[in-house]
């Protein structure tokens, strides 16, 4: 299932009693300060969550799975996410018996 971001800002409302206005403002200003410090290239570490960093990409010969043509893949800085050991530890414990 798919969660959005009106998801999120009702369920944060609902748990916490603020407005859901008020939460749309905090969560869309939480979001423009994540996009800036990829933008600047920095990295931003959330302990107990992950850490958010650019990563490059060196540049390699693709395929086009269709037309079986070779496609040059340009290198490229890409948005990144690793979560903690922890909380990877636990994902893994629930998709044995959910999935």
């Known amino acids: 299932m798919t969660k959005t971001k009106a998801d999120i800002i009702e369920s944060i409302s609902k748990g916490t ?5 008020d939460v749309r403002v ?4 939480f979001m423009d300060e994540v ?6 290239d920095d990295r931003l570490e959330l302990r107990g969550f992950g ?3 650019n ?3 060196k540049g390699r010969i693709g395929r086009n799975p ?3 043509k070779e496609v040059k893949i340009l290198d490229r800085w890409v948005p990144s996410y690793k ?3 922890k909380l990877r530890k636990e994902i893994e414990r629930m998709s044995f018996g959910s999935r």
């Open 55 to 57: 990563k490059f990409r």
């Open 66 to 68: 269709k037309t079986m």
């Open 26 to 29: 905090i969560i869309e200003t």
């Open 35 to 40: 996009k800036k410090i990829f933008y600047n």
């Open 51 to 53: 850490v958010f960093e």
């Open 17 to 21: 009693g603020i407005p859901a206005r």
């Open 83 to 85: 979560p903690p050991r």
